[in-house]
């Protein structure tokens, strides 16, 4: 810290008298860049000044942030046994021995805020949980630190190979282009220099933390990590001639793209308390779209403002939601398949992501579809769980969720054991928490997050078979969905890593805690929970998820969830549109059980005509108000039936059958 603070301030010497200051030549290009983007990269600054702007957090508000983690780790952290045991931290010691010394301090002899920063994240990323962070105060809360190009890794006869995949328009050099092969990092062998960069990091498992060691050593989202120490990088790598050169890039710091999702994270709503998400993660996909995509931001803009379906790829179908999803028809050696890519579970509506996807899937071949979620943080678990009826005929059973059980998590959940906000409801947990007292039982009964109603509102909308591909990335909302696929039995799991991410918690922030201690009117006596400094933030995993079927009981924490097979990811893949994954896929969908289940209603009064289309059945069965009222042994084709009803009747459902094994079914409302 010493070398940094020296370079910060000899910058700072340089350029101390010009009122004016050119821009460091590092950032030339960035004129350059798409339109969509252009603004936000004007107040983009190299790293030395950026390190100018960080301020000083005096003594008081020090010994605060020490406090308030104390409180959220020991009475809210749904995880702190299990990761005591799995990964042999201490945590709240080691935040005790930072009090005592800040207590011990005084404002000449507290050191610097740089050292305080690293010492919490280092506490929080001990427990290698995505969901349970510090983050930082301003300036480091927007900021992202990057260079203008990414790493990907391929495999070639086993062996893993780094390579310079994607570049930011604008940027150039004569030399280092897409597909060159990098071999040193800052003079440090690649396979090491990612290893160091994955120990910064809090993933869970070791497929996870090798994933975000590549991604750090490109990207940092400074809401959860310090700058980097090195002003620059030296890459060391073959050119496109086999030729062995380096390069010298400095880092940039800018903006983070802002979320235009984001909400207020004290405001106590269904999204704020079901949130599953890697803040990190999703900062870092964030910043890949404007680094490397801008095309996406700029339709995304246009979609919110005239509310019209956008294209962004030619080869993908027109999207209310272009950053959140993309759907497309794949050709692959055997055959033509459905493939939708979902970037993120983060959305506002729920509703309208699930009515999206059922849009772009009907649209797509039945035949077969690949749902690729590799990349995504997770976000509201009411997307994840509620995506899942869409894909298979059976009844959904959400996960469940347990609180830790503390007296500070019982008063929370008292406070809104009737739901009196309207928007919450933790009634459910309050007795079994209460019982803890006799009990002495560390966890509370479990009970869903998403209602098991809207788990299965919609029902089955596709029929065809499905392959899910996952990586190391996955985590949160995306770990449950991967684990509500799995337990379900829906399709097969096809893994470009060994696991998932592993995280299977609902997360809250320090504010919205603070915020459920304040409402309903009027506050709770002594509210524990304080403001924080200078913007300065906190997160908690609160509620644990848990495994349902065959794995029931089981946490989806530090376990994920692994794949049924695994794909290992080649150079074509990487640099020309997972070519040879979405061809594996494909190979597995051709050997999968393909269905078709279509109807069209007409109503007329009481009577109801049903036009049905069939393909892999043997039996149609058809339900009004969930009571039989037909079976019919049927053929491949088309079927026509005439169906008399009462006035209450709302809903009809069809259930097909093969070989007296139930494989698929449909929802219809009706409006008598």
Not at 67 to 82: E, G
Request: glycine residues 8%; aromatic residues 6%.
């Amino acid at each position: 810290m010493d070398n940094r603070s020296t370079k910060a301030q000899s910058q700072k010497t340089k350029r101390s008298g010009n009122k004016k200051q050119a821009k460091p030549a590092c950032l030339n290009f960035l004129s350059k860049t798409h339109a969509a983007v252009k603004k936000h990269f004007l107040s983009a600054t190299d790293l030395p000044e950026f390190i100018e702007s960080a301020g000083e957090l005096d003594l008081a508000d020090r010994k605060l942030l020490v406090n308030q983690a104390l409180l959220i780790l020991s009475d809210n952290f749904v995880h702190l046994p299990l990761k005591k045991s799995m990964h042999g931290v201490d945590p709240i010691q080691k935040l005790r021995l930072i009090k005592h010394r800040l207590e011990q301090a005084s404002t000449q002899t507290m050191g610097s805020e740089f050292e305080l920063h690293r010492e919490m994240i280092e506490v929080f990323n001990s427990v290698r949980d995505l969901h349970t962070n510090y983050l930082l105060p301003a300036p480091f809360a927007d900021k992202v630190a990057f260079l203008p190009f990414n790493i990907e890794e391929y495999y070639d006869n086993g062996k893993p190979h780094y390579i310079a995949a994607h570049f930011m328009q604008g940027f150039s050099h004569p030399h280092f282009k897409s597909g060159v092969e990098v071999n040193m990092w800052n003079g440090v062998p690649i396979k090491r220099a990612i290893s160091i960069s994955a120990s910064r990091h809090a993933g869970s498992n070791m497929e996870a933390q090798h994933v975000r060691g590549i991604d750090g050593l490109t990207i940092r989202a400074l809401r959860r990590s310090l700058p980097p120490d090195e002003m620059w990088v030296i890459i060391g790598y073959t050119d496109a001639n086999g030729v062995q050169r380096e390069m010298r890039q400095d880092w940039i710091v800018s903006p983070d793209l802002p979320d235009s999702t984001a909400m207020n994270t004290a405001v106590i709503n269904t999204r704020a308390t079901s949130q599953g998400v890697d803040i990190e993660a999703d900062i870092i996909q964030r910043t890949r779209k404007m680094l490397f995509a801008p095309k996406v931001i700029a339709a995304e803009r246009k979609s919110n403002r005239v509310k019209a379906l956008q294209t962004v790829a030619a080869d993908t179908l027109p999207t209310t939601m272009p950053g959140v999803l993309a759907a497309r028809s794949v050709q692959t050696t055997f055959g033509e398949f459905a493939y939708i890519r979902l970037y993120t579970f983060n959305v506002d509506n729920p509703d309208a992501f699930i009515d999206e996807f059922i849009r772009l899937a009907e649209l797509l071949p039945q035949s077969g579809l690949i749902v690729d979620v590799r990349g995504n943080g997770g976000g509201h678990i009411f997307a994840s769980e509620g995506l899942l009826q869409v894909l298979t005929p059976g009844e959904i059973t959400p996960e469940p969720s347990q609180f830790i059980n503390t007296s500070l998590n019982l008063r929370l959940c008292k406070r809104h054991e009737t739901n009196p906000t309207g928007e919450i409801d933790l009634g459910p947990w309050v007795n079994s928490i209460s019982r803890s007292v006799e009990t002495g039982a560390i966890y509370s009964r479990g009970f869903p997050i998403t209602p098991t109603e809207y788990a299965n509102s919609r029902g089955q909308k596709y029929h065809g078979p499905v392959v899910l591909v996952t990586d190391a990335r996955c985590y949160s909302a995306t770990d449950i969905f991967a684990a509500g696929f799995k337990d379900h039995d829906i399709g097969h799991i096809l893994g470009v890593d060994n696991n998932t991410g592993a995280g299977g918690a609902n997360v809250w922030t320090h504010s919205l805690l603070r915020a459920l201690m304040q409402v309903p009117a009027p506050a709770d006596a002594s509210v524990p929970y304080k403001i924080l400094p200078n913007g300065a933030d906190m997160r908690v995993a609160i509620r644990r998820t848990m495994r349902v079927g065959e794995q029931s009981g089981t946490p989806l924490e530090d376990l994920g969830v692994k794949p049924d097979s695994r794909h290992y990811m080649t150079r074509d893949d990487v640099l020309d549109g997972n070519k040879d994954l979405i061809d594996h896929a494909g190979e597995i969908l051709s050997t999968m059980p393909g269905r078709l289940l279509y109807a069209e209603v007409s109503q007329s009064g009481l009577s109801v005509e049903l036009s049905v289309s069939t393909s892999g059945l043997q039996r149609l069965d058809i339900y009004i108000n969930a009571r039989p009222i037909q079976s019919n042994d049927i053929e491949d084709g088309e079927h026509d039936f005439n169906i008399q009803v009462s006035t209450d009747a709302d809903l009809l459902e069809l259930a097909g059958y093969e070989g007296g094994e139930y494989v698929a079914s449909r929802k219809i409302p009706l409006h008598v």
